[in-house]
């Protein structure tokens, strides 16, 4: 299908047909297309642009990246077919970032794929591909994880992270930075530090960060983060938005009950 520029949801359109492309080939699954949806759901709601206070998460993120010891962005299908290109630049920004592929629904031709996509888009060093290690706690292959990646990780990126995943990596001591444009989900709930943005919008965001930031002397010191104020934030934005969008037929908040 030829996609007009001038069509007003181009950008969204473009994405869209870049992860039904995905899917045919098999690098997404569907349960990844109904994923895509809801997060655009959500980036409606948030007015598809990067709030002020997703953009102190991500500054804060940058720091927390940085001073990690051993840093790994967690990667599914998704966020491969999404944000290779990004997550490249991550890795350059970071060089000790181990970037490694982790699939809910996972067979060894997708993790070749995901591996695959990601060295295209500039990545030159994947983890996970063959699983050396098991998250406790965890069913199926949901589990699988690199030994040397996200099992000895003190610092996870989990972009489109599912909940229990998330609650696992905590309960393993790690601090957990989440990137999930639902405010409301489980992961962003229990993320030490929950960005509420756009995953391609947030990676290049952290990477221009990063650039920043310096490293030691302050290694492993870790700014603290308000993750409830965050979400806070990002319910307070969507809320603003429904009431400019509806004007004065907005119900007003009851008082004195
Ligand atoms: P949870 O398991 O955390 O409760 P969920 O079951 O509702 O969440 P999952 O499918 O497990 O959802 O996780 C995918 C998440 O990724 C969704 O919450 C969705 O909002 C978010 N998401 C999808 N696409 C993007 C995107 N491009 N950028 C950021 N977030 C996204
Ligand atoms: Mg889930």
Known sequence: MRLSRRHPRYESLRVRAGLAEAARDGLVVPEGLIAQGRGEAFDYLLGERT?????RAERVAAVWLRRADRPVVSINGNVAALAAREVARLERALPSLGVEVNLFHRTPKRAVQVASTLRRGGVTRVLGVHPTARIPGLPSDRALVDRDGIFAADVCLVPLEDGDRTQALRALGKRVISVDLN?????SRTADLPIVDEVTRA????V???HRVSAPPARRVFPPFDAAGA???ALATIDRRLRKVAGPRWPRPSRGR
């Open 51 to 55: 709030s002020p206070s997703a953009r």
């Open 183 to 187: 405010p409301l989900s489980r992961t």
């Open 203 to 206: 990676l290049g965001h952290i």
């Open 208 to 210: 221009e960060d990063l």
């Open 231 to 233: 979400l806070a934030d």
